[in-house]
């Protein structure tokens, strides 16, 4: 080995030397993303198109910043946020930056400081072994884990496509077949348990093969990239990039893993598809299945709070939004591939910045012309699942701008191993703004503090259980027994989803095996009524249907600060304890409770200057229990925010009615106060049985509505009447609001 690495070591000399006297050859032009057609209309347009010369202005003083550091290319040894994980991170970017600056500027200090950087790590990859750090079911070798391992290749690949037509024969054949062809032969050949799986690592790693055999013109490598790694008998799905575009999309273009990772996927897919309409337009890659990738990138933004983040189901992280890197390439390629998508240019204008190539040349060209429209958000049903039966994740919007009300629900199935165990929870925001929470994950991206930056154990013990989330829990134990293999093998029941009338929109799903012998179905009713309100009033309706009784917590994590509840509680002011032991009860402290009245109870918080209201009808003996987050929590690492529970024992059918409402305001300056009081004046149930649900909202202004749904069929054609305290209630379809 030694005697190896001493020839490597002169001929990377010998190469150098030949490559520091020669300037690189300034006709030759890339062709995986970025093509010579692009190169040149860059060039010659660029200082027309604000946004396209900003970019690259912001490409060529980040690059510089780093190259006026010189190479480093260290040996492999730490996690996620260590010194090298970062560096050889930032080191794949800079190559990219360097390539992509050398075709649009034709400045040949760019290329040379990728080429030397290349032959760098081209001298370093054939001594690697498996990273020191083992903490991932598939360690790398430059990282500690083979994720990131194809995401340096991803970018390296599109980096070597820039420069590998003015390298020497003997240049070339050290890059390719010292680092870039075993690099991908680790990710494929040696590991392919990781790249055949259905999976967005295995994503990233047929992204990754395929886009080096593009820039090496190495057939093999792209059609590895296409079918997978024979292993023996082949399963039932295959492998491949195909494959992956096949099972992990929904035909609405949902991800299963949930938006978070949609986000994440969404980069490898759409750039190896770049690659491979550029490369081989005959498979016409952008129209399979109905042209799935166009619309999972419009499904990714749609998966969006008014304010640009993701919603953060499953294994999410809050802060991320569509100005990342993936939803900056989506925007550009679909509006590249469909430039009547003019509001995609809005959301562009506010990433203010775009990928360059041609794609983010036709963004700049449109933005610089004025055809750029605002973005409007929708309320949509998002089927799961690779034929869509796998149930759905429903959204719920009061308006298509930014200062919507927006509910979602997710009935949709486990999301494999980053799911959470929170069928039929919810979350609500306002103008932009978290109001009902889903925690998202318990972990801290690349902070080499926490666990190396992977996921904490809390994640496990706190943000997957069903008690992190604004859902049922029966008898304080989670869905599916906690346990993923039992979760994966059922999936909710989408029952109605109409968002056709302004005036009240409606999403009803059921879950019938999470919990053994208890059948639930969520009802939310976004009711837009203007001779009441000039917001949104949420009806939320949590059926359970059981034949033994059990304990059951509905719990609500409000964002903001307690402001009045006309329950009589007792806080605990002196010393905490935690709710439970197990299923996440061990992290919530006991803050508090009291017993409800029977009838209307109301809870008010104050959330940035806006009150919030949730009016619930209360059985006798129901208790609404105070809970923070951190309980069981050593390192500090939760986030402690509360939550208000309502709990109802010894119960077997039940129905928790409930409304969500903002209302008034503190100014922040004046500190004048208005509509201190939400508009429900009380909430009853007036029927509930395994036929139909009818509840009665009395408004503060005397008017009152009655919303009924059908729970035994959701035929829209069939026609339902029933007589209730002497009022008739007659209706075609599964649900219909009455106004008296």
């Not at 990233?204 to 990239?225: K, Q, T, Y």
Request: glycine share 8%.
């Amino acid at each position: 080995m030694k005697r190896t690495n001493k020839y490597i070591w002169i001929l990377v000399a010998a190469i150098w030397l030949v490559a520091c006297r020669n300037e690189p050859d300034k006709t030759h032009y890339p062709n995986i993303i970025l093509t010579g057609d692009a190169v040149k209309a860059i060039r010659a347009e660029q200082t027309d198109l604000p946004l396209l010369l900003h970019s690259i202005e912001s490409l060529k003083k980040k690059t510089e910043l780093a190259m006026l550091d010189g190479i480093d290319v260290p040996a492999p040894k730490d996690p996620a946020g260590g010194y090298t994980h970062k560096r050889h991170k930032q080191n794949y970017i800079n190559m990219y930056g360097a390539g992509v600056l050398w075709q649009v500027t034709g400045e040949a200090r760019f290329a040379n400081y990728l080429r030397d950087m290349l032959i760098e790590y081209a001298a370093m990859y054939p001594k690697l072994e498996e990273h020191p750090v083992k903490a991932s079911y598939a360690p790398g070798r430059l990282f500690w884990q083979q994720l990131n391992e194809a995401v340096w290749l991803v970018y390296v690949s599109q980096a070597y496509d820039c420069i590998a037509g003015i390298l020497t024969p003997a240049q070339k054949d050290l890059i390719e077949n010292q680092l870039l062809l075993p690099y991908a032969n680790f990710l494929s050949i040696e590991n392919p348990k990781v790249f055949n799986r259905v999976h967005n690592h295995g994503v990233w790693a047929a992204a990754a093969v395929g886009m080096a055999g593009f820039a090496m013109d190495n057939d093999e490598l792209v059609n590895r990239a296409f079918n997978g790694v024979e292993t023996g008998p082949k399963e039932d799905v295959g492998a491949g990039f195909l494959i992956q575009l096949s099972q992990l999309f929904s035909p609405d273009g949902y991800y299963t893993e949930g938006p978070y990772y949609q986000r994440y996927a969404m980069l490898p897919y759409l750039l190896f598809a770049q690659a491979i309409d550029n490369n081989r337009p005959e498979m016409k890659i952008f129209e399979y299945r109905d042209g799935i990738l166009k619309k999972a990138a419009l499904t990714t933004l749609q998966l969006t709070n008014t304010n640009g983040q993701f919603f953060p189901i499953n294994d999410a992280l809050k802060s991320m939004s569509y100005m990342s890197t993936s939803l900056v390439h989506a925007v550009d390629f679909v509006y590249g591939l469909d430039e009547s998508q003019k509001e995609l240019l809005g959301i562009a204008q506010e990433q203010g910045e775009v990928i360059i190539c041609e794609a983010g040349l036709k963004v700049a060209r449109a933005i610089a012309k004025g055809e750029a429209k605002p973005f409007k958000w929708e309320s949509k049903e998002f089927r799961d699942g690779p034929d869509g039966n796998q149930g759905a994740f429903g959204v719920l919007r009061s308006n298509s701008g930014k200062q919507s009300q927006t509910l979602t629900m997710k009935y949709a199935s486990q999301g494999m191993g980053h799911g959470h165990f929170d069928r039929l929870t919810i979350a609500f925001y306002d103008q932009g703004k978290e109001i009902l929470q889903d925690y998202g994950a318990a972990r801290y991206v690349n902070v080499e503090y926490k666990h190396g930056g992977r996921y904490l154990p809390e994640n496990k013990t706190w943000a997957r259980q069903t008690i992190a989330h604004n859902t049922l829990v029966v008898d304080k134990d989670s869905q599916s027994e906690g346990k993923v293999k039992v979760a994966s093998s059922h999936h909710s029941e989408p029952w109605v989803f109409d968002a056709s009338k302004e005036e009240v929109k409606v999403m009803s799903a059921k879950e019938n095996k999470a919990y053994t012998g208890v059948q639930m179905q969520r009802t939310i009713a976004m009711l837009n009524l203007p001779e009441v309100s000039d917001d949104a009033i949420i009806l939320d309706l949590y059926r359970v249907e059981s034949y033994a009784k059990h304990k059951y917590h509905l719990p609500y994590y409000y964002m903001g600060q307690m402001m009045h509840t006309n329950v009589n509680y007792q806080a605990e002011t002196s010393s905490l304890n935690a709710m439970g032991k197990n299923d996440g009860y061990q992290h919530l402290w006991h803050t508090g409770e009291g017993i409800m009245t029977e009838g209307t109870n109301r809870f008010v918080w104050l959330n940035n200057d806006r009150f919030y209201t949730l009016t619930t009808e209360a059985q006798t003996k129901d208790k609404l229990l105070f809970a923070r987050i951190g309980a069981g929590d050593p390192e500090f690492s939760l986030r402690n925010e509360p939550a208000v529970i309502i709990e109802r024992d010894k119960t077997d059918n039940t129905l928790f009615a409930s409304t969500i409402e903002a209302h008034g305001n503190k100014h922040p300056v004046t500190e004048l106060v208005n509509g201190l009081k939400g508009n429900v004046a009380g909430i009853k149930t007036l029927a509930n049985n395994s036929e139909h649900t009818l509840v009665q909202l009395d408004m503060t202004n005397n008017n009152k509505v009655v919303f009924a749904i059908c729970n035994n069929t959701n035929d829209q054609n069939a026609m339902h009447h029933l007589t209730v305290n002497g009022q008739d209630y007659s209706w075609t379809g599964a649900w219909q609001l009455f106004k008296k």
